[in-house]
C-alpha cells in the first residue's frame, strides 16, 4: 500500500515536472521515516543519539576506547568522531548497525579544515584568493577524500569573524571583512554538501556559533560582550549564509556572550537560530562545552549544565558525557521535556537519512576507493594552483622579484626545508612525513642555481646556524630566506601578546642583511604579524601563510615568476600589536585624525604610530602595475525599485599578465547610528594581458545598503552615500549618490 502510495505521488509530481515539488515529497519521505523510526525508540536509544564520542589515536591507527565500544552497542552512541579509514569505520558501524535493537547508523565526523589527506592552504590563505569558484572546489575535494576514508561530517567551514591577530584561530577563518566571509561561507558549505546523496559528499558544520572571534585581549576561549548591533552586523551574516547555503549542522562556542555561554545560550540557539532563521539542521557542541559550563560559573553541576543546553537548543553532546550520563534523570524529572529531546533526535537522524546511511549504513566504507582518490595527482595539482593564488606580495623594492635563472641564490632558513609546519594547523589526514613539498624542493623542480644553509631554528635560540648562513648570502646574488612560525604558533589554544617573528629570527635577517645582498623574505605564518621592521629591512615580502602539501613549489613558482601574484590581504597587518584590533571598516570617530583641519593633536590617533594598518585590508601587489580610471555611475538616485550601474576603466600598464581584485566599496555618510568609513560591497578577479584595458561594472541596490539599525531593524535609510572602486581598501571614496525612499 505504502509503495503504490509512493509511486502516485511521483506520478504526480512528475506531471509537474517540478524538481522543488518532488524535493518536498522526498522531505515529507525523509520526515515520515524519521517519524517511523522515533515511534520504535525508547528513551535511552533517543538520548543515545545525542552521544558524540571521539575515537583515540594509536601509532597503530585509530583506536576506540572499550567503553565506547561497549556504548555503541547498547545504541547508546550517535556519532563518532576522529575515526577514519573506510576498514575502520565499517568495523565501528558494524556495532551500531547490526549489534544493536534498531540498527541506527552513526555518524563519523572530522576536522577535514582545509583539505583531508591533501591539504589545501590555511582558509585565511585561501580567503586572500577572493576566489570563490576555488573555495568551493578546495571543499569539493575535501569532501571527496574525507568520504572516501570513510567520514560523513565535517567540523567546517569556521566562519568567525576576527580583527585580532592576537587569536590564533584566525587562521581558520576568512578574514575581517563580513561581505566577503559570507560569501566564502556559502562557497564552503556547497563545495562539502552538493547533493548529499551522493557518497562523495559530506555534512558541513557551521563554527563556532558565535562570536568566537571576538575574545577578550585576544585570548581563545576568553570572555566575548558586545552590543547585538555588532552581534547582527558583524559576527552572525556569515552564519546566516552558511545556513541559507543549507549547512547541515552548527557547532556552538566555547566563549560566554554577554555573560551566558555560547553552549547553553537561547538567545542563539533558539531565538536566533531556530525562530528566526528557522535552522532545521542539528546543533553540537564544540569539546565538552556542556562541561565547561560550571567552569564558566553559569551551571552548578554536570547535570545541570546539560539541562541548560538542551533547553537552550544543543541537540548532541561532543565528548563531554553529560547527555549520556544524565539527560534521562533530567527528562524524569521533568528538568528537560520529552519533547525537546524528539526534537534533537529528529534533526540528528533526519541527517542520517539525507545521507543515505539507512538505505546503505556503510555507504561510505568503500576500502577500493581511498588509495585512488586521497592525493590524487589532480588534486595534488589543484593544491598547488591555489597555494599560488593565496600567497600575497607585501613588498617587492625594485622588482627584485621574480628571480632571474641565473641568479646565484641563497636559500636560507628554517623554513625553506620544512614540510611539517607547512601544512598548518588542523591539518587532517594530512602527510606531515615527506610527501609534503618544501620551498627547496620546489626551487629544485624549477632549476634555479641556490645553495641552503639553515640558519637558525623557528624558535630555538641557537645562533650555531648564523656564519654558515652569511658566508652563502655573501657568496650570492640574492638571498631568499624562508622564515615563520612553527604551524602550532596558530590555530586553536595558540594566542600571542608578541606577533613578531621569533627573535632568533629576525637577528639572523639582521646579520644577512649586513651582507649588503637583497633579501626576499618568504613567510609561513598563521596569523598577521607585525613585520615594521622586516619591512624597512628586506627587499620583498612573499607571505604565503601555510600553503599546504604542495605549498613549496607554488612559492617556487611566485618566486621564479611562473605564476604573477594576485593575492590580497583578508585581514589588516598592524603596525604593532598596539594597534589591534584593527580592520579597514572601522569608524570616523568625532575627533578623525585625517579630517580638513584636524586639530594636530586634540583628534582621534596615537602619538607613538600611525593610525593605518602596515598592510591594509585588500592589499596585495603584482609583478605587473594595474591603474583605474574613468569611474562612472549611471545616475546618482538610487531607490528602492532601481539599481545604479556603476563602471570603471582598468588597464595593465605593466610588462606582463597578471590579474587583480577589483573592489568596490561604499559609504554611508549619515546613518540612525554612525556606519563605517567604507565598506565592502562587490569585487572581480580579472586577468589583464600586457596593455589590456578592460571596462568592469558593478550594480548597486538598495539591499546592498541595509545594516542593523538600533531597533534591530535590518534598513537602508536616506540619505548620501560615497563610493570608492581601487586594488585595496586604501582607496578614495570620491563618487556619490543619493538613496531616497520614495
Ligand atoms: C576543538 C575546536 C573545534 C573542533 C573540535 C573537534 O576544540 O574548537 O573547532 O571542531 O574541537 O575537534
Redesign the pocket.
Known sequence: MQTIKHILIILFFMSYSNKVKAFVWLQQDIEQQVDSLMQKMNLEEKIGQTVLYSSGMDITGPVLDKAYKDHIKAGQVGAI?NATGAAYTRKLQKLAVEETRLGIPMLFGY?VIHGHKTIFPIPLAESCSWDLELAEKSARISAIEAAADGLHWT?SP?VDISRDARWGRVSEGAGEDVYLASLIARAKVIGYQGDLKQNNTILSCA??FAAYGAPQAGRDYHTVDMSEIRLRNTFLPPFKAALDAGAASF?TA?NELNGVPATGNPFLLDEILRKEWGFRGFVVT??TSINEMTHHGYAAELKHAGELAMNAGVDMD?QGGVYKNHLLQSIQEGKVSEARLDEAVRAILRMKFKLGLFEDPYRYCNEETAPNILMAPEHMEFARELAQRSIVLLKNHQEVLPLAKQQKIALIGPMATDEVHILGSWAAQGDRAGKAVSLKEGMEVHGLRFAYAQGCEILKDYRVGFEQAIALAKDSDVVVMAMGEAEYMSG?AASRTNIQLPAVQRELIAEIKKTGKPIVLVLYNGRPLDLTWENQTVDAILEAWFPGTNGGLAVADILVGEYNPSAKLTLSFPRNIGQIPIFYNQKNTGRPADAEGAHPRYSSKYIDADNSPLFAFGYGLSYTKFIYENIALSHDKLGPNNSISISVEVTNIGDRAGEEIVQLYIRDMVGSITRPVKELKGFQKITLQKGERQTIRFTIEANDLKFYNKDLEFVVEEGDFLIGIGGSSEVAMKHSFTYSNK
Open positions: 568522531f576536522d567540523f569556521m563554527k563556532h557547532m566555547f564544540d569539546y561532543m586553536e
